[in-house]
């Protein structure tokens, strides 16, 4: 996609835009899936303290200098905690340049993990694009993720499924 560029969080501005831009996609995939309490207490301010905890592992996408997509990883555990874009920049390339910016990044791990909801199919077919695989014996839950989450993980060679 032209116009689009990945790059870290390097500013405040950048962090506290990120956090917004966090808090749409959350809203828009939690809503339809978490409790009404859970849904309730991610607020705006929520969702841009958390993105002021760890900038050195957040990635964004911007265009015409408005962030139009975002991923946060662990550098020090080669995982992929999220990947949003908003809804009108999707299907124009975003996600798949944050994924691979990421995936060059996390290069060094075998395998690479990330969560996706369960009932979110969209999500799993994306991260099964980039090699990611289902581990469904191993589900996570955390307080971002209020759902339960299929455990993902991609192999430097695509044919080895061996668990941790």
């Known amino acids: 996609m032209s116009g ?34 859970t ?3 991610m607020t705006l301010a929520r ?36 990947i949003g874009v908003l809804p009108e920049y999707r299907g124009q390339g975003v996600a798949r ?13 075998d395998p690479i993990t990330l969560w996706a909801p369960e009932k979110d199919p969209n999500a799993i077919r994306f991260y099964e694009h980039f090699g990611f ?10 307080c971002l993720m209020p759902v339960s989450a299929l455990t993902m993980r991609r192999w430097r060679s695509p044919n080895d499924t061996q668990s941790d």
């Open 133 to 142: 695989r289902p581990c469904p014996d191993d589900h996570h839950v955390d």
């Open 4 to 37: 689009v560029y990945v790059s870290s969080i390097l500013f405040d501005e950048s962090i506290a835009e990120k956090g917004r831009v966090y808090w749409i996609i959350w809203h828009e995939v939690y809503d339809k899936l978490a409790d009404p309490e």
């Open 97 to 109: 340049r944050l994924m691979e910016e990421i995936l060059e990044r996390l290069s060094a791990f």
């Open 39 to 41: 849904v309730e207490q």
């Open 47 to 82: 969702c841009q303290e958390g993105a002021r905890l760890y900038p050195w592992s957040q990635w964004i996408a911007k265009k015409d200098d408005k962030i139009v997509g975002f991923c946060d990883f662990d550098l020090y555990h080669g995982e992929i905690f999220s």
